[in-house]
């Protein structure tokens, strides 16, 4: 056979879809007294009654889509078997992100083929009666589930739908919300009526420990991988990582899939953990990368004025220092540079992005305080990302042997 020949047999996976990002898996591991009170919550629809708003808060990849699907399809089944009417409907407000074309889906999910409404062009008030009047027709309980809700960037369909709750607007159906948020500040941005109306509950799902993500993976192994294919430090190696890395466990499922992949490619007969760490840097290096392309144009003149003094070992550089080659660099790219005070800023944020690492120093006598700061990514994948400003700016001298 030659070398470019597909052949079977996806050594070392039993099943590779079961580490990407849809997979719902059959067990929930690792989270049972958020399980637990959850599932409380939403007991009441079982019995006949109306659950309680939900408010379910918590960063990325902590489980909280997951473990709201893994409820869900259980409470459906529970509704067939004990023929109680729930209806559950699922918006995720990434995409759909304004009241309005949620009202307009919601109007859509309730109603017939044929009846649907189009996408645009109604009276945001018109919307609203519709979607009450598909409520009613439907009738009983109505649980919607607004996953990222922090991304929806009006609060109207939330006062409207406390209203419903004063049993101002429906007759026959009842609705029940469970919302979801990623961003720990959104309730707080919420107005005090919506916000006491969302969350009647609150249920934080606080990050991952190393333990419940070695739960995680090794439940998650057991479907994937085949019959002892994993070295003995690959999961606790991948489970550490994910709770330095903010109790993630989709990076942590990410790294392990990254470190079968290269096993996979290099025809290992085992997955072992320098295939994690080469995993770790690949992760890392697609991270940077896609950080620095949400930045703007003078993010990245600053990141890349940043990134010369690293590359000169001039590094760290005093923020006044970094401040003037930011300016010659705004120059030579033909751009009107910000104020100081931006660059202070944005130094933060670029610091939050785990691209910069900044130090506070005392200035000695006078007794100021400045800023000191470094490149906290290694400087070939961070050059490589920042390729299009470079061009503009032009090659600096530090660099020119790394181009
Ligand atoms: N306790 C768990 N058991 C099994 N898989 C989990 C668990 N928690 C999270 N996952 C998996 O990790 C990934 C991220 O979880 P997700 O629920 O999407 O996070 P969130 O919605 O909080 O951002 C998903 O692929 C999910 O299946
Ligand atoms: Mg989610």
């Not at 409470?75 to 699922?90: C, F, P, R």
């Not at 999910?109 to 027709?137: L, Q």
């Amino acid at each position: 056979m030659g070398e470019f020949d597909f052949k079977p047999g996806n050594f070392p996976f039993a099943n590779r879809n079961a580490l990407l990002d849809d997979y719902t898996p059959e067990e929930f591991v690792g989270r049972d007294d958020e399980l637990q009170e959850y599932h409380a919550a939403l007991q009441p629809a079982i019995d006949g009654s109306q659950p309680d708003n939900i408010f379910l808060f918590g960063k990325t990849g902590v489980g909280k889509t997951a473990a709201t699907r893994f409820l869900f399809d259980r409470l459906e089944s529970a509704g067939e078997n004990y023929d109680v009417g729930i209806k559950t409907k699922l918006i995720n407000c990434d995409g759909i992100d304004t009241s309005y074309r949620i009202g307009v889906e919601l109007v859509n999910t309730f109603r017939e083929t044929g009846e649907k409404i189009s996408e645009t062009g109604h009276p945001r008030s018109k919307v609203y009666d519709m979607m009450w009047e598909a409520f009613d027709n439907h009738g009983g309980l109505i649980i919607l589930v607004l996953d990222e809700i922090d991304h929806v960037q009006d609060d109207s369909l939330l006062y409207q739908l406390s209203r419903a709750r004063e049993n101002r607007e429906l007759t026959s159906a009842r609705v029940s919300v469970v919302g979801i948020s990623n961003d720990l500040s959104y309730r707080d941005r919420l107005s005090p009526k919506v916000r006491s109306s969302l969350c009647e509950r609150s249920i934080n799902f606080p990050a991952y420990s190393a333990d419940e993500l070695r739960e995680v993976l090794r439940q998650r192994e057991s479907i994937a991988f085949q019959d002892d294919v994993l070295g003995g430090g690959v999961i606790p190696l991948c489970a550490a990582y994910g709770a330095q890395e903010s109790g993630d466990a989709r990076k942590a499922l990410d790294l392990l899939l990254k470190a079968g992949d290269i096993a996979q490619e290099e025809g290992a007969d085992q997955v072992i953990d320098e295939h994690v760490r080469r995993g770790r840097k690949l992760l890392q290096r697609e991270e940077v990368t896609r950080g620095i392309l949400g930045l703007n144009e003078h993010e990245r003149i600053l990141l890349y004025a940043v990134t010369t003094f690293e590359a000169g070992n001039e590094s760290p550089v005093r923020s006044r220092d970094l401040y003037r080659r930011y300016e010659s660099f705004c120059e030579q790219a033909g751009r009107e540079s910000l104020t100081s005070r931006w660059m202070h800023d944005h130094i933060d944020e670029l610091e939050m992005l785990g691209l910069l690492a900044v130090d506070k120093r005392n200035e000695g006598s006078t007794g100021g305080q400045y800023k000191t700061v470094t490149l906290n990514q290694d400087i070939n994948p961070v050059l490589k990302a920042l390729e299009q400003i470079i061009n503009t700016v032009g090659i600096h001298q530090s660099i020119k042997s790394q181009m």
